[in-house]
C-alpha cells in the first residue's frame, strides 16, 4: 500500500456530491472519510466545488472538526448545456485525472459511485479500486418508479448498461465492500462468487456517554430521512393517526419536491396538523437535538426489493447511539442490525394497523422502551464511525 513519509497509508475518496450535501449519502461519505483520517490514514476526499464557503466551515456543518490527515479537494465541473450532462461527465473526468497520480502511488481508492469505479478500472497500471456498493443498481433501476412514486418506464438498454457496468465492477475492483449481506448476496447471485467482498455496515457518532435515559414528558415519535415512497412516510402517518398520545416530528424533504407536499396533505387529511410537525430537511445539528428529545425514533420502510436486502439506515444507527427505543420495519436488512424485543421492536412492513399497535405498546410501557433505548445504546459502538474506518482500513489491507 502507498505511504507518505510518517508510513500512513493513502486513501482517496472521489464522491460526486455537492459539498456540504447534508442528504445521508454525504452524511455518510464525509464522516467515513473523516474516520478513515482519523484512524491514520491519509485521506482526500474529492468532490465538486459548489458552495464559497471555507472548507473548515463547510465540515462543521457535518460535526466534523479539521484534521491533518483529512483533505477536501474540490473540484471545478462543468456547467450543464442543454441535454448534455456537463456537471457529472466533467467530475468523472477531473476525478479520474485527479486520481491517477495516487493510483501510480499504489492509493487505495474507495469510492460507491460505480460509474465512475468502472472508468478507474480502465486506467493503466493496476489500481487499487474498492467499491462500496449501498445497492445492485440495476435492481434498484428496474423498481424505481414504485420506490420514487414516478411513472418512469424501465429502460431496458439502460438496465443492461447498469448491468454490464455493475458485472465489470464486481469482478475488477481490488475489493467490494457492501452496507448489508443481501447487497453481498443479491450480488454474488446476479454476477458470481468473488473474493474481498466484504460486509461494511453505515454508521454513526459513538456514543459520547452512558445511556441517561428516554425523556420525561409529552413522548416524542421521530421520523428523520427522506420522504420517497418506499421509505414508509405515508404508513407512519397513517398509523399514527391511531395512536392516542405524543407529537410526530418529520424531519425531512425538499420543498421543491413532490414528496413533502404529499405528506403534508396526507397529515391536514387525517387531521393531524397540530400534532405533527414537519420542518422540511434540517441541518444535521437539528437532527442531533430531535433525537435527545425523542422517546420513539420510527423506520418504517415499506417492503420492496431493495429495502428486503439493501437498506443500511444512517438513522437507526443514529438512534441507537442516542439511546432512543426505536421502531422498525421487519425486514432481512433490518435484522442484519437490530433484534426483536431486545435492541428495537419490529412490526410488519407497510401495515398502519401493526405500526401504530408497536408504537403504542412501546409509548405505554416505559419500562420496555428503556430496556429497548438502553440496549441499543449499547450495541451502538461497533457501528460508530471510528469501528468501521477500522473495519475499511482491514479491507485496505487485503487489498495489498
Not at 471555507?54 to 472538526?65: D, K
Not at 477536501?72 to 450543464?80: A, G, N
Not at 428516554?214 to 427522506?226: F, H, M, R, S
Not at 442490525?337 to 401504530?356: I, K, N, S, Y
Request: hydrophobic content about 50%.
Amino acid at each position: 500500500m502507498s505511504a507518505d513519509a510518517s508510513g500512513r497509508l493513502e486513501v482517496l475518496v472521489p464522491a460526486d456530491i455537492r459539498f456540504p450535501l447534508e442528504r445521508a449519502s454525504g452524511v455518510q461519505i464525509v464522516k467515513t472519510a473523516a474516520a478513515l483520517s482519523g484512524a491514520g490514514a491519509r485521506t482526500t476526499l474529492l468532490v465538486r466545488q459548489s458552495d464559497p464557503r471555507p472548507t473548515p466551515e463547510i465540515l462543521a456543518l457535518y460535526g466534523v472538526a479539521p484534521h491533518p490527515g483529512l483533505h477536501v479537494r474540490r473540484l471545478q465541473v462543468l456547467h450543464r448545456r442543454g441535454a448534455f450532462a456537463l456537471p457529472r461527465a466533467s467530475f468523472l473526468a477531473r476525478a479520474s485525472l485527479a486520481a491517477l497520480p495516487a493510483l501510480r502511488r499504489g492509493a487505495v481508492v474507495l469510492t460507491r459511485d460505480l460509474q465512475l469505479a468502472d472508468v478507474l478500472l480502465l486506467l493503466p497500471g493496476a489500481p487499487r479500486v474498492v467499491y462500496e456498493a449501498h445497492a445492485v443498481e440495476a435492481l434498484m433501476y428496474g423498481e424505481r418508479a414504485a420506490l420514487y412514486g414516478t411513472a418512469e418506464k424501465t429502460d431496458p438498454r439502460k438496465r443492461d448498461r447498469l448491468r454490464g457496468r455493475e458485472r465489470r465492477v464486481w469482478r475488477g475492483a481490488a475489493a467490494v465492500v457492501t452496507t448489508t449481506a443481501g447487497i453481498r448476496d443479491s450480488f454474488a447471485e446476479a454476477y458470481g462468487e468473488r473474493t474481498r467482498v466484504h460486509v461494511v455496515p453505515n454508521g454513526c457518532d459513538p456514543p459520547a456517554g452512558g445511556f441517561t435515559g428516554l425523556p420525561d414528558g409529552e413522548p416524542e415519535i421521530l421520523y428523520a430521512g427522506q420522504l420517497y415512497p418506499w421509505k414508509g412516510v405515508d404508513v407512519l402517518v397513517e398509523a399514527f393517526a391511531q395512536v392516542p398520545r405524543g407529537r410526530l416530528v418529520i424531519l425531512g424533504g425538499i420543498e421543491a419536491e413532490a414528496d413533502i407536499a404529499r405528506v403534508r396533505a396526507l397529515v391536514d387529511r387525517l387531521g393531524l396538523g397540530e400534532r405533527v410537525d414537519m420542518p422540511g430537511l434540517v441541518p444535521q445539528a437539528r437532527v442531533a437535538d430531535a433525537l435527545r428529545r425523542a422517546t420513539v425514533v420510527a423506520v418504517p420502510f415499506l417492503r420492496t426489493a431493495m429495502t428486503e436486502r439493501h437498506t443500511s439506515p444512517l438513522k437507526a444507527f443514529e438512534a441507537m447511539a442516542a439511546g432512543r427505543a426505536i421502531v422498525a420495519s421487519d425486514l432481512p436488512s433490518t435484522r442484519e442490525v437490530l433484534r426483536h424485543g431486545q435492541t428495537a421492536w419490529l412490526v410488519p412492513p407497510g401495515d398502519a394497523a401493526a405500526l401504530a399497535a408497536g408504537l403504542r405498546h412501546v409509548l405505554d410501557d416505559r419500562a420496555l422502551a428503556e430496556s429497548l433505548a438502553r440496549a441499543a445504546h449499547a450495541a451502538a459502538p461497533a457501528y460508530g464511525w471510528p469501528a468501521r474506518a477500522l473495519a475499511l482500513l482491514g479491507v485496505f489491507a487485503e487489498v495489498a
